[in-house]
């Protein structure tokens, strides 16, 4: 697959940031937000759900949630 300037920086980025990066799984994040999270807030906005799943999906694996 061919990079452009958005995928450069996002990779520069997951480079440049001092903490641990990990990439879930759409369908892992799917199956997980079924059986633990129920309804996403009516506060979260649409474009906002898949990184309240994600921040939940790690909070849960920290064992914060």
Avoid: W
């Avoid at 996002?10 to 903490?19: A, G, I, M, R």
Wanted: glycine share 10%; hydrophobic share 45%; with cysteine.
């Amino acid at each position: 697959m061919g990079g452009g300037a958005v995928s450069f920086k996002l990779e520069t980025l997951f480079q440049l940031v001092e903490c641990e990066t990990a990439f879930v799984n759409p369908v892992a994040l799917a199956k997980f937000a079924r059986g633990n999270l129920g309804v996403v807030p009516e506060s979260i906005l649409r474009y906002q759900e898949d990184a309240y799943r994600c921040a939940a999906f790690h909070l849960n694996r920290a064992g914060e949630l």
